[in-house]
């Protein structure tokens, strides 16, 4: 009966969860929620971020823990132009996030997301249409302030590095079995026409989004990954 009772629920709550923000607004809070990020003291380390191809944010990510709990959440992802990542930070690709649970929130709770992306084998897993994180693509959750450089092993091996901030306290979080996609219908409505991802961050094909640009621009201008890494 608490099961049923929890489902239909569930059904009355994920309408609400659904209304679409426009894609302007997702990009402003995207780029809000970094910006807060980047300012916390001794949080994300400086290094890790000057040796990431790519950035995925997403702002209040919704979580219901209604007996088999779910999430749903909507950002976006940013990369580094140029073939080897080594250029400026290019516009935004929309992207969603999906779980069946998600182990730190609690339910009802918005919790904001921010994805590393360290190196091309990462970025391409993103670029697919849908990939499953852990599955698809090797995740850990990323060190913070000083113990970064202690943990230079992990995130070597991680393709990418997820990071939660939630109630003011900011983390490395996993996100092991949470789908991340592709959110097609927010790039065509962002870009004017049907669009991938692969042609917004390889192509160059993309616009938009200056604030987060400008805030990853002036947050970290160069790749300063081993350019062995890149090839």
Same mark, same amino acid.
């Given at each position: ?166 109630? #003011?306290?900011?983390? =490395?979080?996993?996100?092991?079995? %949470?789908? *991340?996609?592709?959110? !097609?219908?927010? &790039? $065509? ?14 192509? #160059?094909?993309?616009? =938009?989004?200056?604030?987060?640009? %400008?805030? *990853?621009?002036?947050? !970290?201008?160069? &790749? $300063? ?7």
């Amino acid at each position: 009966m608490r099961l049923i009772t929890g489902f239909l629920t569930l059904i009355m709550v994920w309408p609400v969860v659904l209304i679409a923000e426009t894609e302007q607004e997702r990009l402003a809070d995207s780029a809000q929620v970094l910006e807060e990020i980047l300012n916390i003291p001794d949080a994300l380390p400086k290094e890790l971020l000057n040796k990431a191809e790519c950035v995925v944010v997403l702002p209040s990510v919704k979580k219901f823990a209604l007996g088999f709990g779910g999430s749903y959440g909507r950002g976006a992802l940013v990369c580094r132009t140029g073939k080897n990542f080594t250029g400026p930070w290019g516009a935004p690709a929309m992207y969603r996030l999906e779980g069946g649970s998600i182990g730190l929130q609690l339910g009802g709770n918005a919790t904001d997301f921010l994805l590393l992306v360290m190196n091309p084998g990462g970025v391409e897993s993103l670029l697919r249409s849908k990939v499953k994180l852990g599955a698809d693509a090797v995740v850990a959750a990323g060190p913070k302030g000083r113990a970064a450089m202690a943990a230079t092993d992990a995130y070597m091996r991680a393709e990418i590095l997820t990071y939660s901030r939630s109630r #003011g306290l900011f983390a =490395g979080v996993s996100l092991e079995g %949470s789908t *991340l996609r592709q959110d !097609s219908k927010s &790039n $065509e409505t962002l870009y004017g026409n049907k669009i991938t991802a692969q042609e917004i961050v390889r192509d #160059g094909k993309g616009g =938009g989004g200056q604030r987060l640009v %400008s805030v *990853l621009q002036n947050a !970290s201008p160069r &790749n $300063e990954s081993d350019p062995v890494s890149l090839k």
